[in-house]
T-cell receptor, first 114, second 114 residues
């Protein structure tokens, strides 16, 4: 069965600094990878996804992620964060054989300070 | 275009009672999935419905059940509520017929069991 590990539960950064949120996964079959963001009292919003092709994926709000198959990682990056990026971020994996079921990591709380 | 609508937004129930949560998908979306989000267990897949049929089920006890109607609206039911059922329940809808269809999540129903 697949699993997802988000290596940092909390990441505090200053405004305009770069940030990287780390995600590792394990699976015995091919996977599709996702990053979601959740603002307080809201549902999940898709930031970006890796399905196939180029390993560098660009998403909304200036975020990007790089799929590294050999390291089974899918780290999320943003070169310059804003106060409004403060939220919880979830990495998720969908196995080719598991239909639409997503397995989520534990989440990383990103806090951007002025 | 209206998003995924979950009702009610907040709910307080007593142990032993049962509860029904509702999810109205985006117009045209025929697949509905449910997830439970708790601080301890994170986001966990409950089940997925497509064309009124359950297609996938997570590892939850039989007290958790769901159904989908002909208009694609879905309900989930939890019987004999336990304190541990307190959670944010998220519904996500997606288009059918696409191998890697995107989910759109609702804002969730926050259930508190006292």
């Amino acid at each position: 069965a697949q699993s997802v590990t988000q290596l940092d539960s909390q990441v505090p950064v200053f405004e305009e600094a770069p940030v990287e949120l780390r995600c590792n996964y394990s699976s015995s079959v091919s996977v599709y990878l996702f990053w979601y963001v959740q603002y307080p009292n809201q549902g999940l919003q898709l930031l970006l996804k890796y399905l196939s092709g180029s390993t560098l994926v660009k998403g909304i709000n200036g975020f990007e992620a790089e799929f590294n198959k050999s390291q089974t990682s899918f780290h999320l990056r943003k070169p310059s964060v804003h106060i409004s990026d403060t939220a919880e971020y979830f990495c998720a994996v969908r196995e080719e054989t598991s239909g639409s079921r997503l397995t989520f990591g534990e989440g990383t709380q990103l806090t951007v300070n002025p | 275009k209206a998003g995924v609508t979950q009702t009610p937004r907040y709910l307080i129930k007593t142990r032993g009672q049962q509860v029904t949560l509702s999810c109205s998908p985006i117009s045209g979306h025929r697949s509905v999935s449910w997830y439970q989000q708790t601080p301890g267990q994170g986001l966990q897949f409950l089940f997925e419905y497509f064309s009124e049929t359950q297609r996938n089920k997570g590892n939850f006890p039989g007290r958790f059940s769901g159904r989908q109607f002909s208009n694609s609206r879905s309900e989930m039911n939890v019987s004999t509520l336990e304190l541990g059922d307190s959670a944010l329940y998220l519904c996500a809808s997606s288009l059918a017929g696409q191998v890697l269809r995107n989910y759109t999540f609702g804002s969730g129903t926050r259930l508190t069991v006292v």
